[in-house]
Nanobody
Framework: QVQLAESGGGLVQPGGSLRLSCAAS????????MAWYRQAPGKQRELVASIDAGGNIDYEDSVKGRFTISRDDAKNTVYLEMNNLKPEDTAVYYCNAALNPDAHHYWGKGTLVTVSS
């Protein structure tokens, strides 16, 4: 079992920045593929960014150049640095962990990010 707890969401103006954190309970954290998903009102959940155990990173096209995913295995934590936020980034952001894409996926409860003036 892996428990994930997100933090760092909130209200920010367009062009602003936020840093999300996700703390994991597993002692095998370094083995997991860690990812951030988001779900906007009325839309399906989508993958925003992922980082695997080797540090390989992928981003959804709309966030490339604005968002940065990173992990600190010593702290069992994954981060999502979000810059130049846009109203369309408004969503609940979820932390996700899996040992591989076909394995069981663990989810956090989510943290709300609202981008509005």
């Amino acid at each position: 079992q892996v428990q994930l707890a997100e933090s760092g969401g909130g209200l920010v103006q367009p062009g602003g920045s936020l840093r999300l954190s996700c703390a994991a309970s597993s002692s095998f954290f370094s083995h997991y593929i860690m990812a951030w998903y988001r779900q906007a009102p009325g839309k399906q959940r989508e993958l925003v960014a992922s980082i695997d155990a080797g540090g390989n990173i992928d981003y959804e096209d709309s966030v490339k150049g604005r968002f940065t995913i990173s992990r600190d295995d010593a702290k069992n934590t994954v981060y999502l640095e979000m810059n130049n936020l846009k109203p369309e980034d408004t969503a609940v952001y979820y932390c996700n962990a899996a040992l591989n894409p076909d394995a069981h996926h663990y989810w956090g409860k989510g943290t709300l990010v609202t981008v509005s003036s």
